[in-house]
């Protein structure tokens, strides 16, 4: 982080617990919603925590406990034309892409409203977990626009696309125990506990071998845009790369003495 201050971040908060870093999105008069400002500070702040190598995995939630993120911000959007339209469209993917392709685990704790663009970047995290209060929907529609954080492509991918047809298509929201049951997360918490839940699902990650855990999420997030063969082939090369690596020495010595491994981070 050596040319990045979090301190002048406006909407957007950063905590560290150890290796985790616990990222909150900050605009309580607009229900967490993303202007230009935010995604900008989301964007520089996933950037530097994928450089840092101190940061094992990160965790993104909402500030307050009524709102995740309630969407992209209605005002900004209500102004735009086909120009601006789609240049928005291409600054919120591309920090949901930042966010699937960061070299680390990334868990989103959702905690409270995720519509819209709020429940695209949940989509683009690795692992989401809900609180039982939460609610989450795609309502563009609704609006008389569709999803352009990715929504269109990512939720497909994850429920099928019958389900998401069906929660596009109305716009209706889902209560995080139907999300669960649809496969949209992971999990659903007790409102109190689910940041603690997140944290301790993500220090188990940085328990791990931190290239080991890279690499497979990097197998799966490129395998699932593949053909299996090619995918099965990535997977060989990046199990070939690990094999060169002191961490599977290291993960290999450690269990064969019956110790704990320590695994060198950075
Ligand atoms: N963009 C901009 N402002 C938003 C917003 C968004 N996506 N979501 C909420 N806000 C603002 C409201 O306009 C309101 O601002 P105001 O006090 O200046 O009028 C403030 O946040 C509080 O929201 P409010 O609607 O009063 O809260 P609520 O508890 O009655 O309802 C929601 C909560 C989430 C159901 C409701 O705010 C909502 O439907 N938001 C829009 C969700 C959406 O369609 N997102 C997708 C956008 S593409």
Not at 2 to 21: H, I, K, T, Y
Not at 28 to 50: Q, R, V, Y
Not at 164 to 182: K, S
């Amino acid at each position: 982080m050596a040319d990045f201050d979090p301190r002048a971040l406006q909407n957007v908060r950063l905590e560290r617990d150890g290796a985790l870093a616990i990222v909150r999105v900050d605009r309580p008069s607009k229900l967490n919603a993303l202007d230009d400002a935010t995604i900008g500070e989301l964007d520089c702040l996933f950037s530097a925590l994928d450089a840092d190598a101190g940061i094992g995995a990160v965790i993104l939630t909402g500030a307050g406990d009524k709102a995740f993120v309630a969407g992209a911000d209605i005002g900004v959007l209500a102004k735009q034309g086909v120009l601006d339209g789609k240049d928005n469209a291409r600054r919120g993917q591309a920090l949901t892409l930042r966010i699937e392709q960061l070299g680390k685990p990334v868990i989103a704790a959702i905690n409270g409203y995720a519509f819209g663009g709020g429940l695209e970047l949940a989509l683009a995290c690795d692992l989401r977990f809900a609180s039982k209060a939460a609610k989450m929907g795609l309502p563009e529609v609704s609006l008389g626009i569709i999803p352009g954080y990715g929504g269109t492509q990512r939720l497909p991918r994850l429920c099928g696309a019958g389900r998401a047809l069906q929660l596009i298509l109305t716009g209706d929201p889902v209560t995080a125990d139907e999300a669960e049951r649809i496969g949209l997360v992971n999990g659903v918490c007790e409102p109190g506990e689910l940041l603690d839940h997140c944290k301790a699902v993500a220090r188990r990650m940085v328990s791990r071998g931190p290239i080991a855990v890279a690499l497979a999420k990097q197998a799966v997030r490129r395998g699932t845009q593949l053909p299996l063969a090619e995918g099965l082939l990535l997977e060989a090369d990046l199990f070939g790369l690990i094999s060169s690596t002191a961490e599977m020495k290291e993960g290999m010595a450690a269990f064969l003495e019956k110790r704990k491994p320590s695994w060198l981070r950075g």
